[in-house]
C-alpha cells in the first residue's frame, strides 16, 4: 500500500505546494458538492461553486483551457441553478424533478455541438491541440456542459452525462498528472449512478425543503 501512496505524490514533484493543497480543497468541495446533488440538497450550489473556482485555476495553471472553461461555466450555471431550484410550485413546494422534452432534448444536441466549435476556437486562438488530450478535452467540455445545463433545470437525464463524462475523464487526468482530481472523478461516476437512481425515486415529486 505505502508503494501506491508513494508512486501517487511522486506524480507531485516539483509541483508549487499550493496548487497540491489547492486541488485537494477543490476535490473535497467537489466531492461535497455531488453528494448534495444527489440528495436534491441545494447546498449543491455554494459548494460547487467554490470547488470549480478554484479547479479553474489550477486547470488554467496546467493549460486544459477546454475544463478550464467548463468550470468557469459550471460556476455561472450554479448561479443559474441556484436560483432555479428555490422556485416555488405552490406556497410550500418547491420544483420537481422532471425528465427531458423533446424541445429540451434538441438544445443539448445544439449545446453540445456549440460547446465543441467554442471550445476548439479557444485552442486554435492559444494556439493549442499539440496533444491528443486536447482533442479529448473539447470532447468531455461539451458533455459537462449539456450536464451542467441540465443539472440547473433539474432535469434527471443531467446523470448520464456525468457518468459518461466522468469515465472520459478518469484516465485523462491520470496522465496529466491530476492524481487526486482523476480519483475524485472515479468516485463520481459511482455516485452518479446512485444519483440517478435516487432522483429517478423522487421523479415529478415536488419537495418541500432543499435542505436535507
Do not use: C
Not at 95 to 110: G, Q
Not at 142 to 149: P, Q
Not at 168 to 187: D, E, N, Q, R
Request: charged content about 15%; aromatic content about 18%; proline content about 2%.
Amino acid at each position: 500500500m505505502s508503494h501506491i501512496f508513494d508512486w501517487i505524490f511522486a506524480q507531485y514533484r516539483g509541483v508549487p505546494s499550493h496548487i497540491v493543497i489547492l486541488e485537494l480543497i477543490s476535490v473535497v468541495f467537489s466531492l461535497l458538492s455531488v453528494i448534495y446533488s444527489k440528495r436534491e440538497n441545494i447546498l449543491v450550489f455554494p459548494t460547487g461553486m467554490i470547488g470549480t473556482g478554484i479547479m479553474a485555476y489550477i486547470l488554467l495553471e496546467y493549460g486544459l483551457l477546454g475544463d478550464m472553461l467548463i468550470n468557469a461555466y459550471y460556476f455561472i450555471m450554479s448561479i443559474i441553478g441556484w436560483y432555479a431550484w428555490t422556485r416555488k410550485v405552490d406556497e410550500t413546494h418547491f420544483i420537481p424533478i422532471t425528465l427531458t422534452t423533446s424541445k429540451e432534448k434538441k438544445w443539448s444536441i445544439l449545446l453540445f455541438f456549440a460547446a465543441i466549435i467554442f471550445v476548439t476556437v479557444v485552442y486554435l486562438l492559444s494556439n493549442r491541440f499539440n496533444v491528443w488530450t486536447d482533442y479529448v478535452d473539447t470532447v468531455t467540455t461539451a458533455i459537462f456542459f449539456v450536464g451542467m445545463w441540465l443539472m440547473a433545470k433539474k432535469k434527471l437525464e443531467n446523470w448520464l452525462y456525468w457518468i459518461v463524462g466522468n469515465i472520459i475523464t478518469v484516465p485523462l487526468y491520470w496522465y496529466k498528472g491530476l492524481i487526486f482530481s482523476s480519483l475524485l472523478f472515479f468516485l463520481l461516476i459511482i455516485i452518479a449512478v446512485y444519483g440517478y437512481s435516487s432522483w429517478k425515486k423522487d421523479l415529478n415529486k415536488s419537495p418541500q425543503t432543499l435542505l436535507k
